[in-house]
Every structure is written in C-alpha cells, then in structure tokens.
C-alpha cells in the first residue's frame, strides 16, 4: 500500500522557534506539495517540487521555505514560527501531472503559542 | 482569484436520501476534475475523477456529472450513510500542469 508519512500528528512550538515538518513517500513519486488547512479557507498550497533540489512557490509561501535533498523526503521549514501558522499541515506526492492526482499524508496539527 | 469554487460550505441531508455537492471552475484549460474526502484530523483521500472528455463517471453510491458549458460538476452520494460525514473537496487540473487547485470544500453531515 503506497503511502505519504508525516513525521508528527501533532506539535506544539513556541513563537520564534525554528520548525521541521518532515514528509516521506515511498511511491518514486517525482512531484511533493506541502499545503496547509484552515477553516473557511480550504487547502492552500505553501510550496511544491517537481525534482530533487528544486521548489516552486505556492499561493502563500511566506514565512516558509522547503528542502528537497532526496527524492523521497520534502521538508517543511518555519524560520520563525507565529501565532498565525497555527495550522493542519498536508503533505501530498503525485506520480506526474495533476491528473494522476495527489495521495495525502495524515496530517501534522501544528500549535504555536 | 478563486479559480475553483465551492459555495456550499455545508450540507446536511438525511440517512438514505441524495447528497448533491457542486462545485463550479472558471478556468477553461482544466480538462480533469477530482473530488477528495475528508476526515478531521486526517489527510484527504481521493474518492472519484472524471476528465472533461465525459459527462459523466461512476462508482458504486458515487457519481460525478460535468457540464462543461456551465463550467459545473457535482458529486451526487445515493444513498447517503452517516459514515459519509465528511469535508469534500473538488479538485481541477489543466493537461500541463503539475498541481491541482481546490476548493475550499463543503461539510457534508449525514443525519441517522
């Protein structure tokens, strides 16, 4: 069964912290996404990977960055993190276009207090 | 600009009768259209496409129509179950292109 595993369910992090969310997937899949969730506002798309090393911004890339070393692993980074990226973070890998759709991981409930 | 919409954010129906979520796009270069489901606390798991050379796809309670002159697809859930409480997402996708855009979903509750 192929899967999307996210390293934390959930995670509580102080203002200003420094954070990882990490993303494995096991399917050879050339394309990861990191979305977060919010209520009211559906998913929106921080950032993706089309490859190895390489990234592209989504809607709301701001205050995040991203790390792709390996083709199975896509990292999530929080420089700083703040009150307002209290979130479910959704990590998601996709064989090829958007028409092999995505698979989801479960999901890291992120608190900043 | 909000390419896929979902103007529902919610829907209660009754234990055995039609479930009806829409979703409208006004992206004329989407060609393949997926519907995601939802549990909280749980990542979305796919559920039904339909790719805009049909009008129509289905799978068991599941069915997905596209209007493509309306630029209009709905899911319809006959008949509905309670386990089927769920947020549901649809999703479009053009031929080139790597991502998909969603909606911002509809809660769907199934009354007993």
């Known amino acids: 069964d192929v899967k999307v595993t996210q390293s934390s369910r959930y995670l509580v992090k102080r203002t200003g912290e420094k954070v990882f969310l990490e993303c494995v997937q096991d399917m050879d899949h050339e394309n990861m996404f990191w979305y977060r969730q919010d209520p009211g506002l559906g998913l929106r798309l921080i950032y993706f990977?089309?490859?190895?090393?390489?990234?592209e911004k989504g809607d709301i890339p701001e205050g995040y960055s991203v790390s792709r070393e390996k083709k199975e692993r896509f990292s999530l980074i929080l420089e700083s993190a703040s009150t307002n990226q209290t979130s479910m973070y959704l990590c998601a890998s996709s064989l090829g276009g958007g028409h092999y759709g995505y698979t989801f991981g479960s999901g890291t409930r992120l608190t900043v207090v | 600009d909000q390419q896929v919409k979902q103007n529902s954010p919610s829907l209660s129906v009754q234990e055995g009768r039609i479930s009806i979520l829409n979703c409208d796009y006004t992206n004329s270069m989407f060609d393949y259209f997926l519907w995601y489901k939802k549990y909280p606390a749980e990542g979305p798991t796919f559920l039904i496409s339909?790719?805009?050379?049909?009008d129509k796809n289905e799978d068991g309670r599941f069915t997905v129509f596209l209007n493509k002159s309306a630029k209009h697809l709905s899911l319809h859930i006959v008949p509905s179950q309670p386990g089927d409480s769920a947020v549901y997402f649809c999703?479009?996708?053009?031929?080139?292109?790597?991502?998909?855009?969603f909606g911002k979903g509809t809660l769907l509750t199934v009354n007993p």
């Open positions: 339909i790719s805009s050379i049909k």
């Open positions: 990977s089309y490859d190895v090393k390489m990234k």
């Open positions: 999703a479009a996708s053009g031929r080139s292109n790597y991502k998909l855009t």
